[in-house]
């Protein structure tokens, strides 16, 4: 694998490679791409970049300022698998090119500050991060939204919804229960060869794989597995992650969603994500208080419990995502922590004595999000929980679905829509800004566009259901 400039100019040369493919990430966290030809990159490439037009790049510059340049990093070079050409993909970052500094509202830009903040800090020099990224494989999907109509469709060949369907060739009637999706074997898991595919592609690729599973929802809902690496490395492999499943199932005529809640009344699909903090090649979370945590960890649960209702709004970034975060359908809503308990938004594994794999899992994220922002927050609440010391209170060692309403009142939660979170970080955001990893710029206009794209209009349109409540009022 290539880790400097000369080896990707090597590869290309060694190699024959006509094409490269510059990828970066938007503000809302969708992959975009620039092709070009190879005798377009050499080693400046990859210090001052390769111009493109910014003014069209969602939260991004006026058209009056457009020009900035994409900055490849060589370490992340691979062969793209899904096109005809051979054509060697690289991610990039983005730089201004009249001041020669790095774009404050590039995400990859904000999650590699985010870990020199860390240095700077002394607490440690290596943040790990391992997300559990779930979707939906449908066979269909269908929406619109007009002045006089408004729907959505999905199906899928598993949606138990389908039990009663005519199908080709008769209909066999293995369609998984409602909840109760969770690790059946085929023929009930139709994706068995579809998933090892993916993940496969995956370890091609270079992204260091694991496993995949059917998970609970009906309808196609799974999870492929990969390995924690460093924040700014687990993001990209993220990104590779979402970009390899969709590709993967559409050779096959099947779609892949992301969306955290595409199915009424079943589960939503999260994004767990692990995180730990090293300093020297020494993990720092294992000791010998809580769930063999150290103060370092307890403090650093503290942020980001102290912090959720901000984060959120990087890391629960849409309307569909507080369809997900409601009680009773596995949804961490509570804003606890306890070992080994998944009804607790953070969760301490039950990972053995080795001091390398204690960890803390922030069970609230989903994949709708940006994943360099979502760490990014993440990493910057659990710094301040650790200079602040803050005491992250006793943990919920019991299933907080069973309490009682009083009970459940003591304990913090979630916000219930995106509009509330974006108003907590307008509150919040110092833990962000106070080490130059955010700007106010970007938080600024992470809410605006937030506002103005997604929470406005939604407010504007009438929703099918409203139809059934009110229509003969």
């Known amino acids: 694998m290539a880790q400097t400039p000369q080896d990707v100019l090597n590869w290309i040369k060694n190699d024959d490679i006509e094409l490269i493919d510059l990828k970066f990430v ?44 994409m900055v490849l990093d060589p370490s992340t070079a691979w062969i793209d698998p ?31 500050k985010a870990i020199e903040y860390l240095n700077a800090t002394g607490l440690g020099d290596t943040a790990f991060f391992g997300p559990e990224a779930e979707f939906f494989i449908f066979d269909d999907v269908r929406f619109d939204q ?12 598993e ?71 460093t924040l700014v490395k687990s993001a990209d492999n ?27 009344n079943d589960n939503g699909s999260g994004m767990h994500t692990h995180q730990s903090i090293w300093k020297g090649g020494q993990p720092l979370f294992a000791g010998n208080m809580y769930a063999d945590l150290s103060q370092m960890a307890l403090w650093y649960i503290g942020g980001i419990l102290k912090h959720a209702p901000a984060i959120l709004a990087f890391s629960n970034p849409s309307t569909n995502s507080y369809k997900r975060l409601v009680p009773g359908f596995e949804a961490p809503v509570n804003l606890a922590y306890s070992q080994g308990n998944r009804s607790a938004s953070v969760r301490i594994p039950l990972s ?35 200079k602040n010391q803050i005491d992250p209170g006793e943990p919920l060692d019991v299933d907080i679905y069973d309490l009682s309403p009083e009970e459940l009142a003591k304990i913090p939660s979630t916000p219930g829509s995106l509009e509330d979170a974006l108003e907590c970080l307008e509150k919040d955001h110092e833990f962000l800004t106070v080490g130059g990893v955010f700007t106010e710029d970007l938080i600024n206009t992470w809410i605006q566009y937030k506002l103005d794209n997604e929470v406005n209009p939604m407010r504007l349109r009438p929703h099918p259901y409203e139809f059934s409540l009110y229509y003969d009022c």
Not at 146 to 157: F, K, M, P, R, T
Not at 169 to 184: A, C, H, T
Request: net charge neutral; proline share 7%.
């Open 238 to 264: 993220l990104m590779i992650y979402k970009y390899c499943i969709k590709n993967v199932a559409k050779k096959y005529g099947k779609t892949i969603t992301f969306m955290p809640k595409p199915v009424f």
């Open 82 to 112: 899904f096109m005809s050409t051979p054509t060697l993909s690289v991610i990039c970052s983005i730089k201004e090119p009249r001041t020669g500094e790095w774009y404050s509202r590039c995400p990859r830009v904000i999650a590699s």
């Open 352 to 386: 053995g004595t080795n001091p390398k794999a204690k960890r803390l899992e922030f069970r609230c994220p989903d994949a709708s999000s940006n994943p360099y922002l979502a760490f990014a927050a993440m990493l910057c609440a659990g710094i301040d929980g650790i």
């Open 146 to 157: 007009n002045q006089h109509e408004g729907y959505y469709h999905v199906d899928s060949i």
């Open 26 to 69: 938007d503000l809302p966290g969708i992959w975009q791409h620039l092709t070009v030809c190879a005798n377009q990159i050499d080693e400046s490439s990859f210090s001052d970049g390769v111009p493109f037009d910014g003014s069209s790049i969602r939260g991004w510059k006026a058209i009056n300022e457009s020009d900035m340049t």
């Open 159 to 229: 949606g138990r919804w389908n039990s009663g369907k005519v199908e080709p060739g008769g209909n066999l009637g293995y369609k998984p229960r409602y909840k109760e999706g969770y690790f059946p074997v085929a023929p009930t898991d139709t994706s068995q060869d579809l998933r090892s595919e993916m993940l496969l592609t995956m370890g091609k690729i270079g992204v260091p794989i694991e496993k995949h599973h059917h998970e609970v929802a009906t309808g196609g809902q799974c999870e492929l597995g990969i390995r924690f690496d």
